[in-house]
């Protein structure tokens, strides 16, 4: 399931074996690629010209170009709307107060130290739970100040595991 936000309208888009499902009803379009970044659309027995003006694939923005007017999409996938269940959005480039363990486990392996540095993206420790090895990675920017588990230690769900 994806989540598509298109000037601030939230699509909910599933994949279903006759095509895709935006908001629970079978939407059919013929989509002809005409040259790199320049689509044609027919949809509902009207015509549509598409131009790709920005892809951002870091932040998972789409900003299209349809008929002359300019369309701003915001995409979530699975993923994303995993972590923003669990209350881990990732938002980049915010400042990052903690992280906390988003379920019970393992810490396996710790990947910073205090004093480091991380950037939005970056691994910070490694957590087993359920026989799965989980990456925690950092949802934005700033400076460990404090990290309150070690390797080997086990953790419960919601435990605060680094300060920033």
Do not use: C
């Amino acid at each position: 399931m994806y989540k598509a936000t298109i000037n601030n309208k939230v699509f909910e888009i599933d994949s279903h074996e006759s095509g895709l499902l935006v908001n629970g009803e079978l939407n059919q379009w013929d989509l002809v690629k005409i040259s790199d970044g320049y689509f044609h659309i027919l949809y509902k027995n009207k015509s549509y010209r598409a131009e790709l003006i920005k892809n951002d694939s870091e932040t998972k923005t789409v900003a299209l170009k349809i008929n002359g007017n300019i369309y701003s999409v915001a995409l979530k996938d699975k993923f994303d709307l995993l972590l923003e269940k669990m209350g881990m959005n990732n938002t980049a480039g915010s400042k990052v107060n903690s992280i906390k363990a988003p379920m019970p486990g393992l810490i396996i392996d710790l990947k910073i130290k205090v004093g480091d540095t991380v950037k939005s993206g970056d691994p910070l420790l490694i957590l087993e739970a359920m026989k799965m090895e989980n990456i925690l990675k950092s949802p934005g920017e700033g400076v460990v100040k404090n990290v309150k588990v070690r390797k080997g230690d086990s953790v419960e769900k919601g435990q605060v595991l680094v300060e920033f």
